[in-house]
Nanobody
Framework: QAQLVESGGGLVQAGGSLTLSCSAS????????VGWFRQAPGKEREFVAA????????YYADSVKGRFTCSKDNAKNTVTLRMTRLEPEDTATYYC?????????????WGQGTQVTVSS
């Protein structure tokens, strides 16, 4: 059974950086795309980023493009979301998961999430 565990969330000031990690078990990330979405209280789920199974391509939401980088380490079976120039609007719980297919923004399954809070 696939299991994803996110870590690295926390409190950061606006303009700062944070790196989230997602560790997988029961599934080999080298065989599939993986990505991130977020959800803030009272708001709908929002796609953030995804990376190809090979790690050679990725796509991002317009709201994070140029600030966030999604990458994966197939040897370690992990995926990382490097977030820079954080804004208060980035405050949310961040989840890693498997996109339904490459290029899509919906996810088949995901982890428990990690909280990111950006103070102004």
């Amino acid at each position: 059974q696939a299991q994803l565990v996110e870590s690295g969330g926390g409190l950061v000031q606006a303009g700062g950086s944070l790196t989230l990690s997602c560790s997988a078990s029961g599934v080999l990330l080298r065989n599939q795309a993986v990505g991130w979405f977020r959800q803030a209280p009272g708001k709908e789920r929002e796609f953030v980023a995804a990376v190809h199974w090979s790690g050679g391509a990725s796509y991002y939401a317009d709201s994070v493009k140029g600030r966030f980088t999604c990458s994966k380490d197939n040897a370690k079976n992990t995926v990382t979301l490097r977030m820079t120039r954080l804004e208060p609007e980035d405050t949310a719980t961040y989840y890693c998961g498997k996109p339904t297919s490459w290029g899509r923004t919906e996810f088949d399954y995901w982890g428990q999430g990690t909280q990111v809070t950006v103070s102004s």
